[in-house]
């Protein structure tokens, strides 16, 4: 593990899983082992599927969906909101419903986002909403946009109301003073939502960073795209840093249809470019608002190391580090530990509608070499020193 000279180490469970109940450790502990099965990461998501039908929706919500959502609505994600305020971590809400793409379906998950955004107003505890525009605009309008096509009379007359869905979850975040983050998304659709994204920091950052664009540093471009994007404006700027999801996705459409992959060529020119993402944020800290997005430990200290060189105070409100619910407590609570901002994404909607969502954070903590050997060790060093402890 990594850790500094100002004493922040990440090899501190005690303080990683002090929220968590031994009972709750051992059930972690079993659920991260069953991701090592390939019949689990095959099956899984259409037994689940079929559970749910049954009505064995229980198993699912007793299991993974504990582990990594925080209930089924708004309010049921109280108490996971209060439990990590109580270790001075923030929530984002996050609905995570995906697929249907028709004009009701964006209608209510405007609506949706909207709530979480006036459930943050004002609260400490929750201090970013956040959307996927595809939650409220046709892929394939994207898509259009990105590459630069004109769209036919019923094609603009949607896109229009996908638009006007956009900007009215930007002015109630701005209404409300709630940061916002824009996700970001596959690259072929990117550049539309990236326009969406800068026409509203222009229009909502005017005294501070309300809207929030996303980098996927995983992109070999998005480093030069922050660049411009600070060279050519002058008002304030808000920035989420990711590594990215859809590497495998983008690599193969690429290949299929002959351009060139907008992948970085290895792992280690993504995390070149992720930190100095970061270093670029940081020395335009005045008027650059950065959400450190990261479940790298080396990224994460490089990040505090950076912090303390230019003299920004750990709790400074225009730096925050984010982690996934379920995920690398042993950075996110320990950097809040020592007075770091932190905020949690915390994915909530109804157990039928999250399985895609949840498949993928199976499938990226399968395997003992990558995540899931990360969080089972932590976890097994945890109940060890809690059973010497007693003894």
């Known amino acids: 593990m990594v850790s500094s000279q100002s004493n922040l180490s990440f090899d501190n469970t005690e303080v990683a899983f002090k929220s968590k109940s031994n009972a709750a450790l051992r059930k972690a502990s079993w659920l991260f082992k069953s991701f090592d099965y390939p019949i689990t990461l095959s099956w899984g998501p259409t037994l689940a599927k079929i559970a749910v039908g049954l009505g064995f929706k229980f198993v699912i919500k007793s299991t993974i969906f504990e582990q990594f959502c925080g209930g089924e609505t708004i ?223 080396l990224s994460s200290m490089k990040a505090v190391e950076l912090m303390k060189n230019y003299g920004i105070p750990n709790n400074d409100e225009r730096v925050f580090f984010s982690q996934l619910l379920g995920m690398s407590d042993h950075i996110s609570f320990n950097l809040s530990h020592h007075g770091y901002n932190v905020a949690k994404y915390v994915p909530y909607g109804p157990v039928s509608a999250v399985i895609p969502y949840l498949t993928r954070r199976a499938q990226e903590n399968s395997g003992m070499a990558g995540q899931m050997g990360r969080e089972l060790g932590l976890i097994t060093k945890e109940l060890q020193r809690r059973k010497q402890s007693k003894s």
């Open 75 to 297: 309010s049921e994600c109280n108490h996971t909101i209060q439990r990590l305020s109580d270790s001075g971590i923030g929530t984002i809400l996050d609905y995570s419903v995906e697929g249907a793409e028709i004009e009701s379906v964006f209608d209510e998950t405007a609506k949706e986002i909207i709530d979480t955004i006036e459930k943050a107003k004002g609260n400490s505890s929750i201090p970013f909403s956040v959307f996927k525009v595809t939650g409220i605009v046709e892929s394939a309008l994207l898509e259009k946009k990105s590459a630069g096509l004109n769209l036919s009379d019923d094609e603009n007359k949607r896109w229009l109301r996908g638009e006007a869905r956009f900007f009215e979850i930007c002015q109630a975040a701005f209404d409300c003073q709630v940061r916002l983050f824009v996700d970001a998304e596959e690259s072929w659709i990117q550049e539309a939502i990236d326009r969406l994204a800068e026409i509203a920091m222009n229009k909502y950052n005017q005294n501070q960073a309300i809207i929030y664009n996303t980098l996927q540093m995983y992109r070999h471009d998005r480093l030069a795209y922050l660049k411009s994007q600070i060279e050519n404006s002058t008002g304030y700027l808000g920035f989420k840093l990711v590594r990215g999801a859809y590497m495998e996705k983008e690599r193969k459409r690429a290949l299929e249809k002959g351009y060139k992959d907008p992948i970085q060529p290895n792992k280690q020119a993504s995390d070149n470019d992720y930190d100095q993402a970061v270093i670029v944020c940081l020395q335009n800290i005045e008027r650059i608002s950065i959400c450190i997005g990261t479940h790298n430990e």
